[in-house]
């Protein structure tokens, strides 16, 4: 069992920047991938990014492509989202995921709004 704490998100302007974090309740070295999902009101959750823990090779959806990245901090025992240049259309519940042992984990969720 794999419990994901997501935090970070919260309200900023268009433009702005937000950092979010999962913190997993077992060594991120265990788990083979962890990512981020996003799902705005009345869509489907959507792909944003994903790290491949083991090799440190990231994927990412076009929409975050060269705005936001994804990394692990080793120290810490999370991955990160950083996200830079936020868009009203970045507004999104994220919610953090992990495989392990093939089976997939979610977490809660953290509210990311971009409105000025």
């Known amino acids: 069992q794999v419990r994901l704490v997501e935090s970070g998100g919260g309200l900023v302007q268009p433009g702005g920047s937000l950092r979010l974090s999962c913190a997993a309740s077992?060594?991120?070295?265990?788990?083979?991938?962890m990512g981020w999902y996003r799902q705005a009101p009345g869509k489907e959750r959507e792909f944003v990014a994903r790290?491949?823990?083991?090799?440190?090779?990231?994927n990412y959806a076009d929409s975050a492509k060269g705005r936001f990245t994804i990394s692990r901090d080793n120290a810490k025992n999370t991955v990160n989202l950083q996200m830079i240049s936020l868009k009203p259309e970045d507004t999104a519940v994220y919610y953090c995921?992990?495989?392990?042992?093939?089976?997939?984990?979610w977490g809660q969720g953290t509210q990311v709004t971009i409105s000025s």
């Open positions: 077992v060594s991120i070295f265990s788990i083979n991938v």
């Open positions: 995921y992990a495989v392990h042992q093939s089976r997939p984990y």
């Open positions: 790290i491949i823990i083991s090799v440190n090779s990231t």
